[in-house]
C-alpha cells in the first residue's frame, strides 16, 4: 500500500471516528443497557436508543441541539449538555409503585375468550402517516365485573403496492419495509393516559408480510384490566435491519426556506388505518420529545389539523382479545 492511500485511509478513519458519537445509555445499578430509551432535544425532536441502549448523537448533524434530555420508563430523567458529550449515560432507577391490576392469582380458573375486531381499511387517505415524535393510545373499558386478563392485540395496518393504480388489489405487489413499533398500556387516569401498566419493554416488528394487520401476543405479562378501563398505545421506532435491529437513520427531513432550516419529521410505512365505525372518541395523541407534554384527545378543535378529522376519522382501530374470568 501506497503512503499517500495509507494517510488518506487513515485521515478517513479517523474523521468518522471524530464525526460519529456512540452513546449507550445504562442502568446505574445493574449497569444493564436501557433498551429503547427517549432522547428528546429540547425543541420538540429526538430519536431512540436501540435495544442495546445505543444511539448515534453528533453536532454535525444536529448543530442546533445544546442539551440532551433521556427518559424512560422506570428510571428518572436525565438532562445532559453535549458539549463533551460521554460514550455512556447513566439512569437511576425510578420504580413507582403500579396500581394492583392482577387482582387474582388462582389457577386452573374458568374463563371466557371475548375479541373486540380491529378494524382495516387499505385507503392511503384515511391513514395515520406514523412519524417518531407522535405516540399514539386507544382507550379499551372493563367490560364485566369479572376479572378480565388481556391476551392479545390487533394492530391494524395498511398496505401499499408499488404500483398505484393497483394499490387495493389483493394481489399487486406491495412496497417492502420493516419497522420497530413500541407498544405500551396505561391505566385510565381521569378519561386520559396515566400511570404504565408494566415497566416491560415490548416491541414488535411489522413487514409487508405480516398482512393488514399484526397480532401481539402479551398473554405473559399478566395484564388484567383496571375496573376504569385501560389505554394500549403505539410509537413507530423506525426502520430496521433484517434482524430486526433499529438502524440509526435520520429521522427528520431538513427543508431551508429563506431565512431559516425547517425540520420536518419523517413518515415511517406502515400507514395506520383510522375509523369512525367506534362509537366516540377514544384516541389520543402525545408528542413524545416534548418534556411533560400531556396527552390530547384526537379531536377537532384541540389543535390538530388533519384531513381525518375532516372526514370524521376520529379513530384508530385497535382491536384485543382477552379471557373474562367467571367466577367460582
Excluded: H
Excluded at 85 to 113: C, G, H, M, Y
Amino acid at each position: 500500500m501506497s503512503s499517500k492511500l495509507f494517510i488518506t485511509l487513515l485521515f478517513i478513519t479517523f474523521g468518522w471516528a471524530k464525526s460519529t458519537a456512540q452513546i449507550k445509555v445504562l442502568d446505574s445499578v445493574s449497569k444493564s443497557p436501557i433498551s429503547y430509551a427517549t432522547v428528546s432535544f429540547g425543541s420538540g425532536q429526538g430519536i431512540f436508543a436501540d435495544d442495546d441502549g445505543v444511539f448515534f448523537f453528533t453536532k454535525k448533524l444536529y448543530p442546533d441541539v445544546d442539551s440532551l434530555f433521556i427518559s424512560a420508563i422506570g428510571f428518572r430523567n436525565l438532562k445532559i449538555a453535549t458539549y463533551n458529550l460521554p460514550n455512556q449515560l447513566f439512569l437511576q432507577p425510578q420504580v413507582d409503585a403500579l396500581d394492583e391490576v392482577v387482582l387474582s392469582t388462582k389457577l386452573n380458573r374458568k374463563f371466557k375468550i371475548e375479541i373486540s375486531k380491529p378494524y382495516l381499511d387499505d385507503d392511503y387517505y384515511n391513514c395515520w402517516l406514523p412519524t417518531i415524535e407522535s405516540e399514539i393510545a386507544v382507550y379499551f373499558e372493563k367490560t364485566s365485573d369479572k376479572d378480565q386478563k388481556l391476551e392479545s392485540v390487533s394492530f391494524p395496518i395498511a398496505l401499499e403496492s408499488k404500483d398505484w393504480n393497483k394499490r387495493k388489489r389483493a394481489n399487486s405487489q406491495k412496497k417492502k419495509f420493516s419497522t420497530l413499533f413500541k407498544v405500551q398500556f396505561y391505566v385510565n387516569d381521569k378519561g386520559v393516559p396515566g400511570k404504565v401498566l408494566t415497566y416491560e419493554t415490548i416491541v414488535f416488528r411489522a413487514t409487508e408480510k405480516d398482512g393488514d394487520v399484526y397480532n401481539l401476543d402479551v398473554s405473559g405479562y399478566n395484564l388484567y384490566i383496571p375496573k376504569d378501563g385501560f389505554f394500549v398505545s403505539i410509537q413507530v421506532m423506525g426502520y430496521t435491519n433484517k434482524e430486526g435491529k433499529l438502524l440509526p437513520n435520520k429521522k427528520y427531513k431538513e427543508i431551508k426556506t429563506k431565512n431559516e432550516t425547517v425540520k420536518i419529521p419523517t413518515n415511517f410505512r406502515p400507514l395506520l388505518p383510522f375509523t369512525d365505525k367506534v362509537e366516540g372518541k377514544n384516541t389520543f395523541i402525545k408528542r413524545i420529545f416534548i418534556n411533560g407534554n400531556n396527552w390530547v384527545k384526537f379531536d377537532k378543535g384541540n389543535g390538530f389539523k388533519s384531513s381525518l378529522l375532516d372526514k370524521n376519522l376520529f379513530n384508530y382501530g385497535i382491536g384485543i382479545t382477552y379471557k373474562t374470568f367467571k367466577d367460582e
